[in-house]
């Protein structure tokens, strides 16, 4: 018998969490601009921002008394903390704003002149949008008015449309399936460690400590070099060949003693990553590793020798080879495999789809009614329509840009169910490659620079698309190098949440209202706070502003996500899914995992199989000597632990890093 779970949201309990939401909205998006470069965009983002405040409580609760904060406020809690920075933190607003400066101040013909009128790029004053840079001045806040209305209308559209998707599925996901969503247990033994009597203890916290002191001396060294340069950088991580923007993790290209197995593009060192691994089910792990060597790096290394991949061995950049050349042209697997994935899950899970087109059975148990679930969903779509329209995309680029938007995240949401990498780079075929995969058919291929050059209003139409359909989108429902966001950030939500015993119609209200305190607060923020400091004057300076330059160049799309044709490859990666899906769903003894197979195709790096295969030996291992109990007593407290060392050590550098920009030596 299912135990009732009552709504607990009093209006004080509501004003508590609506005063706290713009708190945490005006920390994160004052304090970005100012981290340091090495943690621009971790200190505060929809995993760790819950991460950092929980440990703070964990801390107070253990040499005081916290009065009147229980699981389910704790539940409640983490779901503002979270959602409070999806439209806050560094990528979300700055990144659209930065590289809408970069739209005007750079001139990359025909490309930028073609939409040089268009609002949602910027105000078109070169002279007035160039004093961002410098700083010192009142915002223009009149002439950027249309471009913060328009992308806040924006984000909340696609807020109310993933609500709505999320809400509708939160009973089957979450409650039925029970998805882990592992990277969610931090949150949840947390919480729980926060509420634990002191007098009675949880025989948790030592191994929760133990493991937050690794992680913390972990990372401590990258923090000190990345403070004081002086100090040594132990790890190396700050130089090549190790990436700047994957930390702990080494680009083999510049490793000259790979270049006997060149397809193999990156090792992972970050202990971070480890800790991640450690926590997603074994049979997952299993399915990682075994896709990365046997599904990735065998098959390719083959082809090496059979003459494909030419200059591979010269490139500094050995993944792009995998990704869109033959052979296997592995981002099209990959996308497949991920789109499969949600394909399947829908035939077979058909009859509780059309159950969601009817009253709930137990209607006050639900996320949300199912006709204002879907009522969401429209209304969300149809205001992103209206608006791409209103910014110049033709109609049919706009339904594409929405069904893409869908289908990419749908279904690596449904992944990161099973296999939750946050934090760091490469999860899911969501970068700005996969973006364009559906939405550049309605010009190529063929389409080139000299044919947009002689065409303005083609070429109007085609950028603006071609850019809206990318990372100006993408970004907004969660971040590829990190999985911050709100497409991850929403089901996260409800799995503590849940957890902890809070009503999920509580939770879809908080996330609701907090997204739309947080897109207000973002967009209009960031514009006046530049002005106000100047993008020079930063750390961040101008935030990732790469993106004019590749997302519309013609010949760049016409090769993207892999050289053509795309689409039999997208049809392996689906086939390969639905197979092991049916496997997978018909013997309990079937050995691989479609989630993971899908989690090992990703980049066609490898860069997961020794943080997999490590895992999956040690909690085998674990497993057989004590079982479950011994892992979720041991195992699972230290690697949330290091997990949260790690993320506090980060939280904390950044934080001096800040003191120390605007105090100088």
């Not at 107070?60 to 904060?69: A, H, N, P, V």
């Not at 969503?181 to 009675?200: D, M, N, R, S, Y």
């Not at 133990?210 to 990372?219: D, K, Q, Y």
Request: with cysteine; net charge neutral; charged share 10%.
């Amino acid at each position: 018998m299912s135990v009732e779970v009552k709504s607990i949201l009093t209006p004080k309990l509501w004003a508590t969490l609506i005063v706290t939401a713009i708190i945490l909205c005006f920390v994160g998006v004052l304090s970005a601009p100012f981290a340091p470069r090495w943690a621009w965009s971790m200190i505060f983002g929809s995993f760790t921002g819950p991460l950092v405040i929980f440990f703070i409580l964990l801390v107070i609760s253990r040499i005081s008394t916290i009065t009147g904060l229980d699981r389910r406020k704790l539940g409640l809690l983490y779901t503002v903390a979270s959602m409070s920075f999806v439209f806050c933190y560094s990528m979300i607003p700055y990144g659209i704003l930065h590289n809408s400066v970069r739209m005007r101040l750079a001139t990359i013909s025909p490309y930028t002149d073609a939409v040089a009128g268009t609002f949602v790029f910027g105000p078109t004053d070169k002279d007035l949008v160039a004093l961002i840079q410098t700083g010192g001045v009142p915002a223009p806040m009149a002439a950027w008015g249309a471009w913060i209305g328009w992308w806040t209308l924006y984000a909340i559209a696609w807020l109310l449309f993933w609500a709505g998707w999320f809400a509708l599925l939160e009973r089957r996901w979450i409650e039925v399936e029970r998805l882990p969503f592992p990277a969610a247990v931090t949150g949840t033994l947390t919480a729980e460690l926060i509420t634990a009597p002191k007098e009675e203890g949880d025989p948790r916290l030592k191994y929760f400590m133990v493991g937050w002191i690794i992680g913390a001396i972990a990372i401590l060294p990258v923090i000190l070099h990345a403070l004081y340069p002086a100090f040594p950088d132990i790890y190396g991580w700050s130089a090549a060949p190790y990436l700047s923007w994957w930390l702990g993790t080494i680009n083999l290209s510049g490793v000259p003693a790979t270049k006997v197995i060149p397809v193999w593009a990156f090792l992972v060192v970050n202990p971070m990553i480890y800790a991640l691994f450690f926590l997603f089910p074994l049979k997952i792990l299993f399915s990682i590793w075994v896709t990365q060597i046997f599904g990735v790096l065998v098959p390719a290394q083959i082809a090496w020798y059979a003459g494909y991949y030419s200059g591979i061995t010269e490139a500094g950049w050995r993944a792009g080879f995998l990704l869109g050349q033959p052979p296997f042209k592995y981002n099209g697997i990959w996308m497949g495999s991920f789109i499969g994935l949600i394909l399947i899950w829908f035939v077979l899970n058909a009859s509780y789809m059309k159950s969601l087109f009817k009253k709930a059975e137990e209607p006050e148990r639900v996320a949300i009614p199912h006709e204002l679930g879907w009522a969401f969903v429209i209304i969300g779509a149809v205001i992103v329509f209206g608006l791409l329209l209103a910014a110049g995309v033709p109609a049919e680029g706009a339904i594409l840009i929405l069904f893409t938007m869908w289908i990419l995240f749908l279904s690596s949401v449904r992944v990161f169910g099973f296999a939750s990498i946050v934090g760091t780079a490469w999860f899911g075929p969501f970068d700005w490659t996969h973006y364009m995969a559906f939405t550049k058919y309605l010009w190529h291929p063929g389409m080139t620079t000299d044919i947009l050059s002689a065409n303005p209003e083609l070429c109007r139409v085609y950028a603006t698309t071609m850019y809206l359909t990318n990372r100006f989108t993408g970004e907004i429902m969660g971040e590829n190098n990190t999985q911050f966001g709100m497409a991850f950030a929403i089901p996260m939500c409800y799995r503590v949440g849940v957890d902890l015993g809070v009503h999920p119609r509580d939770i879809t209200k908080i996330i609701l209202v907090t997204g739309i305190i947080s897109a207000i607060i973002g967009f209009s923020t960031c514009v006046a706070y530049d002005y106000l400091i100047g993008t020079n004057n930063t750390p961040m300076r101008l935030y990732d502003a790469w993106w004019v330059g590749a997302f519309a160049r013609a010949e760049t799309v016409e090769n993207q996500p892999t050289s053509e044709p795309l689409w039999p490859y997208l049809l392996v990666g689906i086939i390969i899914s639905v197979i092991l899906s049916i496997l997978n769903f018909r013997y309990v003894w079937w050995p691989l995992d479609p989630a993971g197979v899908a989690v090992g195709f990703s980049g066609g790096g490898s860069a997961w199989i020794f943080p997999a295969l490590i895992a999956w030996i040690v909690k085998s291992v674990i497993m057989r000597i004590g079982g479950t109990k011994l892992v979720d007593r041991t195992l699972t407290p230290f690697m949330v632990g290091l997990l949260v060392g790690y993320w506090f050590l980060m939280f904390l550098g950044a934080f001096l890093g800040m003191i120390k920009f605007f105090i100088p030596a």
